[in-house]
């Protein structure tokens, strides 16, 4: 399952780039590594499984330790499109009901100043310059993961919200065996395996 995908990768695999972004790149080891950290971190923020973490970030590594992390410790995931405007952002966080909001310090700042009342993200942690890695470090998560909670495959995973062209948008729940169910009609569609980039 997609809870974790990033665990189960075969040995042989581990020091296979998983992630390239720019001039980053990233083994599946290293990824899984700075995804405990995150969902470790999540917990210690006091995220549950059940619970909605809202992230609004443009598409960066960042973004997919987000998905990750979530998904280990059974939280949904709710990305923000960097589009929507200060209104559409609040209705987003106010309507998923999202207890943590992790987001790009300038989209952030772009955020609060066109829409300064609080959206009901108790918590709202922001990404550094530093890039993935170094986000992550500067978490002062310590010591080994947790024992990760056991996921049900018909649990909510995600969250997608539409573009709201003709009225609010629409949350768009997926569970985690739908999201599985797509990863495996792409990866056939595209006829791709473990030797592609």
């Not at 700075?34 to 909605?52: E, F, H, I, P």
């Not at 207890?99 to 942690?125: C, I, M």
Request: with cysteine; hydrophobic share 45%.
């Amino acid at each position: 399952m997609l809870s974790n995908a990033l665990d189960k990768v075969d040995t042989r695999l581990q020091s296979k780039n998983a992630l390239v972004f720019g001039e980053e790149s990233y083994t599946y080891m290293q990824l899984n590594k700075l995804v405990d950290r995150l969902a470790t971190a999540l917990l210690k923020w006091n995220v549950q499984a059940g619970d909605r973490v809202a992230f609004l970030m443009p598409n960066c590594p960042e973004i997919v330790l987000c998905y990750y992390a979530c998904f280990k410790i059974g939280a949904v995931a709710v990305p923000i499109n960097i589009r929507f405007g200060a209104d559409l952002v609040r209705y987003v966080m106010n309507h998923s009901g999202a207890q943590v909001l992790l987001a790009e310090p300038s989209l952030y700042e772009q955020y609060q100043q066109a829409a300064p009342a609080q959206a009901t993200a108790a918590q709202v942690h922001l990404t550094q310059s530093l890039g993935a890695q170094g986000w992550i470090a500067n978490l002062a998560v310590e010591g080994p993961p947790p024992a990760w909670p056991d996921m049900v495959a018909d649990h909510p995973a995600a969250i997608f919200y539409t573009s709201g062209t003709t009225g609010q948008p629409k949350g768009v729940i997926h569970t985690r065996r739908s999201l599985e169910q797509a990863t495996i009609n792409q990866i056939r569609q595209i006829g791709i395996d473990a030797q592609d980039s």
